[in-house]
C-alpha cells in the first residue's frame, strides 16, 4: 500500500495480534504512522516498509507531539528490515507504560517486563530527533509477568542510523542491548544510555546485563556533506549508574574541537550537572583516526574499566577525570583523554569507590562545600541540591587509599556531625 499526506496516522494496529504488515510506502503523515496502539498487542510483524516525512501533530494525543515513524507500545512484536527517513522527531519509539491503556487496559500485563519479539536490520536517517527511543522504562523479565525478577537481556540487533541528532537512547533500563549498530553523524550522540537500574540486571556482561556491543561509532562522515567542522559530539554517552558493559565497538573520525568518543549523560530535571560517579567496563575498544576518546566534564564523572587493554593499552587499568585525591606514581594525566576535563589513566592496582552523602545535622552544614584530602591531595566536593542518589547533599569518586580527612568549607569546629551515607563499588 502507498498511503500519503494523512492528518491521522498511516497503520494503526489496536488490539489485534499476529497481524503481517509488509511493503507499505508512506509519506507526509501527522502523528505516530505504524502506530501500536494500547500496548497489549503482541506477535504483530512489519517488515519491510519505508516512512518517510513523519510530523508532529498537535491534535491528537500527547505522544503525537513527538511522534515516531514506528510506535511500539508492547516490545513482543517483530520489527525488521523497515526504514524511516526526515521526519521531526523519531524512527522508532519504544514506550512502554506500566500496563495497557485505553479500552485494553489489563492490570495483569506489564509491557515494560515483557521479553523482545525482534528488532533487527532496521534504518533510519535524517530526522529531528533520534534513530530509536526507548523511553521511558524496559526492563526484560524472563517470563514478562507483573511479578517477574529474573533479567532476560532485550538485544535490539543491526540498527543504521545517521543525520539525526542522537542515533539512538534509552533512559531507564534494565538488561538492554544494542548489538551491532552503526551510528554516523549523528548530531548529539551516536548512542546514549540514562540509566540502567540495577534491580533489574543480573550482574556484568551479555548473560543478563547492559551492553554495547560490535558497533561502529562515527564522528564525522564528510561525504555527507555537514561542513568541515561537523562532528558527533559523543560517540558513545555512558548512563547514570553501574553496569555497562561496551565490548568490540569502533570509534572512527573523533578528531575535531568539541566533540569526543566517550562522555558521561546528564538528565534535565534529575541531575544535570556534576553527577555521576560510576563505572563502565570496555573490551575489544578500536580507535581510528580519533585522538579525543574522552570528553569529561568534572573531576568525580565516572571510572572507565579497561578489562582486556585495548582502552588503554594495559589490562586493568582505569581511566578517571584528574583529582588531587589521585597518587601520582599510579596514575598520570593523558592528552587522549583529556579532551575536556583533564583524564588520567591509573594502572590495575588502583580502584574507585563511591561515596554519596547527605541529611546532615547540624543543618547549617546544607550549602557548605565538603573538603576531602588524603596525603597526596585534596578535593572539591560542591554541594547540589540535585543529585541522581543523595540530593541535598554531596557526591565523591575517591581511590582506595590508607586514609581521608574529611571536613567542611568555612565552618566553624563542630562537636558532633552526623549524616547518611553509602559507599558504592564494594561487592
Request: charged share 15%.
Amino acid at each position: 500500500c502507498g498511503i500519503h499526506q494523512t492528518y491521522n496516522r498511516a497503520v494503526t494496529i489496536h488490539n489485534t495480534h499476529h497481524l503481517l504488515v509488509e511493503h507499505n510506502v508512506i509519506y507526509d503523515i501527522m502523528g505516530g504512522a505504524f502506530f501500536i496502539e494500547d500496548g497489549i498487542e503482541h506477535g504483530n510483524i512489519l517488515q519491510y516498509n519505508l516512512a518517510v516525512f513523519v510530523q508532529q501533530s498537535t491534535s491528537l494525543l500527547n505522544d503525537d507531539v513527538t511522534p515516531a515513524g514506528f510506535w511500539v507500545t508492547n516490545p513482543n512484536n517483530t520489527i525488521r528490515h523497515n526504514a524511516a527517513a526526515g521526519g521531526t522527531h523519531f524512527g522508532f519509539w519504544y514506550r512502554m507504560h506500566d500496563n495497557p491503556d485505553g479500552p485494553s487496559y489489563d492490570p495483569n500485563i506489564c509491557q515494560k517486563f515483557v521479553p523482545l519479539g525482534e528488532f533487527y536490520n532496521n534504518t533510519v536517517h535524517s530526522q529531528g530527533w533520534f534513530g530509536i527511543w526507548i523511553f521511558q522504562n524496559y526492563f526484560p523479565m524472563v517470563d514478562g509477568s507483573c511479578t517477574s525478577s529474573s533479567p532476560s537481556p532485550a538485544v535490539f540487533k543491526s540498527l543504521t542510523t545517521w543525520n539525526c541528532q542522537k542515533g539512538a537512547e534509552w533512559v531507564n533500563g534494565g538488561a538492554l542491548q544494542f548489538h551491532n549498530f552503526t551510528m554516523v553523524n549523528n548530531e548529539d550522540s551516536g548512542i546514549e544510555t540514562k540509566r540502567v537500574v540495577s534491580r533489574y540486571v543480573g550482574g556484568w556482561g551479555e548473560t543478563n546485563g547492559a551492553v554495547l556491543k560490535n558497533s561502529i561509532i562515527v564522528g564525522h562522515l564528510d561525504e555527507l556533506g555537514l561542513g568541515p567542522n561537523y562532528c558527533t559530539a559523543r560517540g558513545i554517552t555512558l548512563p547514570f549508574d553501574e553496569g555497562l558493559t561496551v565490548s568490540s565497538l569502533k570509534f572512527m573520525n573523533f578528531d575535531r574541537p568539541n566533540c569526543a568518543a566517550i562522555a558521561v549523560t546528564s538528565i534535565q530535571g534529575v541531575c544535570s550537572d556534576r553527577c555521576g560517579g560510576w563505572s563502565a567496563k570496555f573490551d575489544g575498544i578500536q580507535f581510528f583516526n580519533s585522538p579525543n576518546k574522552a570528553g569529561f566534564r568534572w573531576e568525580h564523572e565516572v571510572v572507565l574499566i579497561d578489562t582486556d587493554g585495548t582502552l588503554t593499552g594495559a589490562s586493568g587499568a582505569k581511566v578517571v577525570p584528574g583529582s588531587g585525591l589521585l597518587d601520582p606514581s599510579q596514575c598520570s594525566q593523558s592528552s587522549d583523554w583529556s579532551a575536556g576535563f583533564p583524564g588520567y589513566v591509573c594502572n590495575a592496582s588502583v580502584s574507585f569507590h563511591r561515596l554519596a552523602f547527605n541529611n546532615p545535622s547540624p543543618s547549617s552544614l546544607l550549602g557548605k562545600d565538603a573538603i576531602i584530602t588524603n596525603s597526596f591531595g585534596s578535593s572539591h566536593i560542591p554541594f547540589l541540591a540535585k543529585r541522581l542518589t543523595h540530593p541535598k547533599g554531596w557526591m565523591a569518586l575517591l581511590p582506595n587509599a590508607g586514609s581521608f580527612n574529611w571536613y567542611f568549607n568555612n565552618v566553624d569546629f563542630i562537636t558532633n556531625i552526623t549524616y547518611s551515607s553509602s559507599f558504592y563499588g564494594f561487592k
